[in-house]
C-alpha cells in the first residue's frame, strides 16, 4: 500500500470511524482498469482499490469520494453531453478529465489527463459547473493527497455544522496548501480562452 494511501486509511480508522465503516470495499484493479483505464495515475488506481467511495458523508468540502462505477458514469454522461453540443464554450468538459470528488449541483474535482486547457498531464482541476473558470489546484494526484493527508494529520480540517468536511482554521490550511503546491493554483478562463491568475 503508498504510504499516504496507508496514512489516510489509519486517519479516517482513528478520527473518522463512521465515516470509515461507511466507505464501500476496495474495487478490483481489473474492474478498474475495465471502468476508467489503465492510464489514471497509479495511485488513484491505488486509492480506489484501497476504499471505492463513500456517496453518503462529505470527503473534503461538501464533495464525496466517488465509486470508479460513479466515475465512468459522471465521465459517460459529461463527455456525451460535451459531444452533443450542450456547452457553449470549448473544453468545459474534457474526455480525459477523470473526476474523483463529486460536488453539490455538478461540480468534480477532477485528474486531468491530458492537459486540455494547458499545464500538464496528471494535474487536479476543479470542474463548475456553472462558472468558465477551471482552478488547476495541483500538480499531480499525488500532489493533492499529500497535502490532503497532511491537513488531516494536522487537524486542519473538521466537520461542519452542515456538514461538511473543510477547514477548520482557514488561514493554516490556506498556508499548508500553498507551502505544498508552489505556483498553484492556476485559473484558467475558458471564456478568455486564457489563464488568468
Keep these: 500500500m503508498h504510504p499516504l494511501v496507508a496514512r489516510l486509511d489509519r486517519w479516517i480508522r482513528e478520527n473518522r470511524a463512521d465515516y470509515y465503516a461507511g466507505l464501500a470495499p476496495g474495487a478490483s484493479l481489473e474492474t478498474i482498469d475495465h471502468l476508467i483505464g489503465e492510464s489514471v495515475p497509479p495511485l488513484l488506481r491505488e486509492m480506489l482499490a484501497w476504499r471505492n467511495g463513500n456517496d453518503d458523508e462529505a470527503f473534503l468540502d461538501n464533495r464525496t469520494y466517488m465509486s470508479v462505477q460513479r466515475i465512468r458514469q459522471t465521465m459517460d454522461d459529461m463527455t456525451g453531453m460535451a459531444a452533443g453540443g450542450e456547452f457553449d464554450l470549448a473544453n468545459w ?3 480525459d478529465w477523470v473526476p474523483f470528488l463529486a460536488g453539490a449541483g455538478g461540480d468534480n474535482v477532477c485528474v486531468d489527463l491530458g492537459a486540455a486547457i494547458g499545464g500538464q498531464p496528471g494535474q487536479v482541476v476543479e470542474f463548475r459547473h456553472d462558472d468558465s ?3 488547476i489546484t495541483n ?3 499525488e500532489a493533492w493527497l ?3 493527508v497532511e491537513a488531516l494529520e494536522a487537524g486542519l480540517l ?3 455544522e452542515g456538514e461538511n468536511y473543510s ?12 507551502a505544498r503546491n508552489p505556483g498553484y493554483p492556476v485559473y484558467v478562463d475558458l471564456s478568455a480562452e486564457a489563464s488568468v491568475g
Aim: aromatic share 14%; charged share 20%; proline share 7%.
Design 93 to 95: 468538459w474534457c474526455p
Design 133 to 135: 473558470v477551471r482552478p
Design 139 to 141: 500538480a499531480s494526484f
Design 146 to 148: 499529500g497535502t490532503y
Design 158 to 160: 473538521a466537520e461542519d
Design 167 to 178: 477547514a477548520a482554521d482557514t488561514d493554516a490550511y490556506d498556508a499548508l496548501v500553498t
